[in-house]
């Protein structure tokens, strides 16, 4: 069930033990997506420096990369609809809380392609480049998709380093289904390019449509991943 605190449509409230034993009460609730808003700079801070192809590129160590980045992320998140929703403490106030995850999906059909959403943008750094390569070969894996009309898919997963091991990652990946159900889409979907965002998803019982080998990735992206994620999985739930 669903309900609203103030602007924000709340999704499901959970509790979880810290390392120390204590109970923290969290919950996750809708939060807009607007240039330089507590969502974008969470992205910014967390997801880009750790998500294993943005860190792999480089993109977060590079002023020319990064300011490039700001402007794509800005670019495509206008194109296409775009749905955030954070994990923040819940403690009863309608005050806006800390982001403690996040989670972000775009409502995208089976015809829409990443290279004609930023049509018309001028990349000019190499890391920018390579990591617009990279997504365009890790696009050729998922064409299973393309039988579902229209789908969320997702741009990113990510928890803050200081709220790790709660519990919050299956949490949120959970909650694209309930959005699923919630706006009648048949399907979510996202490369899973973490081992805790993969043991989430299968957690919440997300079937695999492909999968690659972390050397196969590497040859054909040019990139050097970290050797503890074997491989990369194509993940995706449907809702009856």
């Given at each position: 069930?669903?309900?609203?605190?103030?602007?924000?449509?709340?999704?499901?409230?959970?509790?979880?033990?810290?390392?120390?034993?204590?109970?923290?009460?969290?919950r996750l609730e809708d939060r807009p997506v607007e240039p330089e808003n507590d969502v974008y700079e969470f992205l910014m801070e967390h997801f880009v420096p750790e998500e294993a192809v943005h860190k792999a590129s480089g993109v977060s160590k590079n002023e020319e990369a990064l300011k490039e980045y700001r402007e794509l992320m800005t670019f495509v998140f206008k194109a296409v609809p775009i749905h955030a929703i954070v994990c923040c403490v819940d403690d009863d106030s309608n005050t806006v809380g800390k982001i403690l995850g996040l989670s972000v999906v775009q409502l995208m059909r089976n015809t829409d392609k990443f290279e004609d959403l930023i049509k018309g943008m001028e990349i000019k750094s190499e890391r920018m480049q390579r990591l617009l390569y990279a997504a365009k070969v890790l696009d050729g894996y998922g064409e299973d998709m393309k039988k579902y009309d229209i789908f969320y898919y997702g741009r990113g997963v990510i928890v803050h380093p200081d709220y790790r091991r709660l519990g919050i990652a299956v949490q949120l990946v959970r909650v694209r289904e309930l959005l699923c159900t919630d706006t009648g889409i048949p399907m979510t979907c996202a490369w899973m390019s973490a081992i805790g965002s993969q043991k989430a998803a299968e957690q919440n019982n997300w079937k695999t449509m492909s999968e690659v080998p972390r050397e196969e990735l590497e040859e054909k992206t040019g990139f050097t991943f970290d050797k503890n994620l074997p491989t990369f999985k194509f993940m995706y739930k449907t809702v009856d």
């Open positions: 069930m669903s309900d609203a605190s103030g602007s924000c449509k709340i999704w499901t409230r959970f509790e979880s033990k810290k390392a120390d034993g204590s109970i923290i009460k969290l």
